[in-house]
């Protein structure tokens, strides 16, 4: 899949996509960081995967993208999307899909290096965050 079938997709295959990528990158940084159990790596996991983790990273990031990136992001986040998790308010919701957007557009199309350090930059930024 080339970069111009990738921009023809919705956003929200990107961000269905991304949902993955992200979730498979934190278990695996807890399974390699840590000796927990399974029902303790998936109660931390959530800190990190969760729609009000993943907004807030995206705020962190906005800084850190370049002018394509923060057109994926708008793109993702002005999606009409009508299903709203039940701990999440409407404004999370919508950047967190952007973040998951963000990174399944990267993954989608093959930019590894960038994905790798859009992916370092918010395991950092949320280890910020979980800290406070």
Known sequence: MDEIE???????????????????????????????????LHVEATKFVKASAQSKILQCLEN??????????????????HHLP?????????????????IGYLHLTKKKDRLEEILKLSLKYILEINKE
């Open 6 to 40: 990738v921009n023809q997709m919705s956003p929200l295959v990107w961000a269905y996509v991304g949902d993955s990528v992200y979730e498979q990158y934190i278990r695996n940084y807890l399974v390699t960081n840590t000796k927990f159990k399974p029902h303790k």
């Open 64 to 81: 850190d993208l370049i002018k394509d990136e923060k057109e994926v992001v708008r793109r993702t986040r002005n999606t009409k999307n």
């Open 86 to 102: 039940k701990n999440s308010n409407v404004q999370e919701y919508m950047y967190a899909t952007a973040f998951e957007g963000l």
